[in-house]
């Protein structure tokens, strides 16, 4: 096959076979087809799309070139979370321990944050001692012993992937639902969980806005997970204000430990105890009963046990900042809004986040939210406090939230939204 032709099709609305996708992929992973074509190919994809056959005969390929794990071994089923991402969305660290409990052995490999939106080992790494990294062999030790871990994706796992991921994020080429689908499902297949349930973000914090785009992309992994036969599910999720009341890395570990304590925002609690059901169900246990599991202590058990396992200390005291900036309400009102995206910015200039790959976070940094959009404010109460190291990021990040909340005048009527929108299987 020639790159160029294969270009020119998608350029011109055809569809590629299987024999050029596959020729295609491994090409572009051995390096002989160039990140040039490759990307003018990626936005020709952006633009034209691809067919359903295409997208999963790109998943397959990408699966292809790399290694690929088998859980069989362990004796028990697995479940498996992947967000698109979003700000607060502190979900995987309950949720793993929480799921555990029931003796399901869930297999996170997660990653870092990128841009605004958070990664889940950036938040973990703010816990003394704990190490994202493990080799396959110590995974499987913790997952035939306490049976949960969260750790780095070995680059093992669909290198083709990462590559082309790289190259989409500095092309424009990121927001195109038949790579995203292929990209997530290609990493999340080859890990081998048996059941999979997705958490597709909607709104102004997710990376697609549009409700009818994540219900598309949903759809789509739905049906590739099913194709790979891997139990796969779907929740449409709300993204247009901040998960719970900690954006950063450590607040967000120390709200996950309030939830697995029993208590925690009603939104963070929420959406754990629907994730939960889902992996539940998809495993074979339609009727566990995961409310009682947060209450009685069972899931903070398991997440001390799986900590302790990847060598952190679940009663070290967390990184505090050294300084902190609160803004607060200027009038009696209601809030009414609350950005995720600009929120999640602002996170990310505090140094909660990373602008280059290699680039380190800041593990106190962040922002703790007082009150919710609903909340009746008075004058003078804190509406949120930003953390950051050095002040003078406190000003960049004020920027950013330049109308990203609003008081409005008391008694002004507020409707909530529902957090789960959707359930695609
Ligand atoms: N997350 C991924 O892993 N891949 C994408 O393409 C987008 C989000």
Redesign the pocket.
């Known amino acids: 096959f020639d790159a160029v032709d294969l270009i020119r099709t998608k350029r011109d609305r055809g569809e590629l076979t299987t024999p050029e996708i596959d020729w295609l992929v491994d090409a572009y992973t051995r390096g002989y087809v160039g990140d040039e074509q490759m990307a003018a190919m990626t936005m020709a994809i952006f633009l034209n799309g691809m067919t359903r056959r295409e997208i999963k005969d790109l998943t397959l390929a990408m699966i292809a070139s790399g290694e690929r794990m088998d859980f069989s071994g362990l004796g028990k089923p697995t479940a498996d979370k992947h967000s698109?991402?979003g700000v607060g969305d502190k979900i995987t660290l309950p949720l793993m321990p929480l799921v555990a409990s029931f003796g399901v052995a869930v297999p996170q490999l997660s990653?870092r944050g990128l841009g605004h939106t958070g990664g889940t080992l950036d938040k973990l790494e703010s816990i003394p001692g704990w190490r994202a990294n493990l080799s396959n062999e110590e995974m499987f030790a913790q997952l035939r012993g306490p049976g949960g871990v969260i750790c780095a994706a070995g680059s093992g796992l669909a290198p083709a992937?990462g590559k082309l991921?790289a190259l989409?994020d500095i092309t424009g080429t990121?927001e195109a639902i038949p790579?995203?689908a292929s990209?997530?499902m290609s990493?999340k297949i080859a890990e081998g969980t048996s059941a999979l349930v997705l958490d597709v973000k909607f709104g102004s914090g997710a990376?697609l806005k549009d409700i009818d785009k994540s219900r598309e992309l949903a759809r789509t992994m739905v049906e590739l997970g099913r194709d790979a036969g891997v139990a796969t599910s779907a929740l449409l999720t709300d993204m247009n204000v901040p998960l719970g009341l900690a954006i950063g890395n450590a607040n967000e570990v120390r709200e996950s430990v309030e939830v697995l304590a029993g208590g925690g925002p009603a939104d963070i609690v929420e959406l754990t105890v629907a994730l939960a059901r889902e992996m539940l169900a998809l495993a074979g246990q339609p009727d566990a009963d995961v409310e009682a599991a947060l209450k009685d202590g069972r899931a903070m058990d398991k997440w001390r046990e799986t900590i302790r396992a990847q060598g952190g200390d679940p009663d070290a005291a967390l990184p505090v900042a050294r300084e902190t900036h609160t803004v607060v309400a200027e009038a009696d009102g209601v809030l009414v809004e609350q950005q995720a995206l600009p929120f999640g910015i602002a996170a990310w200039r505090l140094g909660a986040g990373r602008a280059r790959k290699q680039d380190p976070v800041q593990h106190a940094a962040g922002i703790d939210l007082h009150a919710k959009p609903g909340d009746e404010v008075r004058a003078g109460q804190p509406l949120f406090t930003l953390s950051a190291d050095e002040p003078a990021r406190f000003e960049r990040a004020l920027e950013a939230l330049e109308g990203a909340y609003r008081v409005a005048p008391v008694g002004t009527p507020f409707t909530r939204t529902p957090l789960v929108a959707e359930r695609i299987a």
């Open positions: 698109t991402g990653g992937d991921y989409r990121v790579l995203i990209s997530i990493k990376f």
